[in-house]
DNA sequence: GACAAGTTGAACGGCTCCGTTCAATAAAAC
DNA sequence: GTTTTATTGAACGGAGCCGTTCAACTTGTC
């Protein structure tokens, strides 16, 4: 099972073999119908006949390509793996107080994550890494690690200029996210619905906890409010 | 949907309605055999016949007792969040100071967290919840809200003792928590091994982040190590 | 004992859906 | 033009399972 590899393993130009070859365009076609039915309705409730019908394509043309239902699972995580990946670059260079960046990065990082349509993806990715392992493997690598080490080498970074003083920056890295989250993760998933008020709250709180804990300069305002 | 309500509602000694009452036995046998089977092969996977054949019982008095898969479903969660209710209590006298009391709660927390059967069982609920929010919504009362309350009260007491100073105990008491957890929670949800030494090096680093914001005496082991 | 209601086993209808087969057709390589 | 391979539409086999029905039996109340 080769989820998420390099996008492009093989393509040495072997002779191409002889015959009609793939429609690209049908692929890709047959890929975004299946996301959207996987992600939305959930695998169980996914028909391949309905994804066929939604890419235009026949559903023979599907198992011939793909070979199976969990194949073309498959290949729909890792396409959004694929676009997964270039959502986590952090300004190294940006204006403001230490404080200031902390609570923009935070806001960032929530407003992401909370997105509903990553709630789905999770929720889908979550369900069916118990029978596939792999898959929660690949998410975790494309997204929540990849997060981690680059806000871990803002963090050094800020710690290099004197802005902090972080003895465990990838630890650090996951205080901060965790504390951001708090428990409107959990809450989130179980269908509570989380205020922006709330949301403001928790990254205001995990600033301000952040701050005490690894900031250089006297925290000015340890009990606001 | 009446999920997780007072448990007996009317149990008023009403005349019992003559002839053969239904088997409370049976009932339970049901409800456990339900529970088993839900929470550890998921609802689509379930089949009703193969939960009477584990309670001993015929698939009809099922459907006579609960009507629905869906109602079964709900019956046994509704037990399952019982049970979860006796797990909140935290003693307000501990011994040792406040650092070894929280590293202790901590420890707890992530150790009842953690436990497989509460990563399939917040499985099945958030899975569920997606068509019955009612669902998540329970399960959010009886676990997660009711262990911040307790958690929350603990705090303020020992804030009221002079150990700690916290603004807001129910932001701290989350936020504890979800240093406790870190990325922990996600990798576990996507099945990637966490190892005891992770697990602790995360409670060390809340319990000295959470004092570093909350103690009042100045701390110890800022820079440990 | 008469009545009412739960329990059982078996069978059935109905539904959804996966994955395959087949013959016909289209598109590329040689 | 020939060969090779992909695509299509339709149909089929097979499986799993929900929920119902029925007749017989059991267990309780009156």
Chains 1, 2 share one sequence.
Request: aromatic share 8%; proline share 5%.
């Amino acid at each position: 099972m080769s989820i998420c590899g390099s996008s492009e393993p093989e393509h040495k130009s072997v002779r191409r073999k002889a015959g009609r070859p793939f429609d690209a365009s049908k692929r890709a076609a047959i890929v975004d119908a299946a996301a959207h039915h996987f992600f939305h309705y959930g695998y169980a409730a996914t028909a391949i006949e309905q994804v066929a019908a939604d890419a235009g394509v026949s559903k023979v043309t599907i198992y011939n390509q793909f070979g199976d239902k969990r194949a073309l699972f498959v290949a729909a995580v890792e396409r959004e793996c694929e676009k997964l990946r270039g959502h986590f670059s952090i300004e190294h260079a940006a204006p403001g107080s230490i404080r200031d960046r902390l609570t923009a990065i935070g806001q960032a990082i929530v407003a992401f994550l909370f997105r509903p349509e990553m709630l789905q993806f999770e929720r889908r990715i979550a369900a069916e890494t118990e029978a596939e392992p792999a898959i929660g493997a690949a998410f975790l690598e494309a997204g929540p690690w990849r997060m981690k080490h680059g806000f871990a080498a803002y963090l050094s970074h800020a710690v290099s200029a004197g802005e902090l003083a972080i003895p465990d920056p990838m630890l650090a890295a996951e205080q901060f996210v965790s504390l951001c989250k708090g428990m409107g993760d959990l809450e989130r998933r179980f269908g509570a619905i989380v205020t922006p008020e709330q949301r403001d709250r928790r990254i205001l709180g995990a600033v301000e906890m952040f701050l005490a804990a690894y900031g250089t300069t006297p925290s000015l305002a340890p009990t606001d409010r």
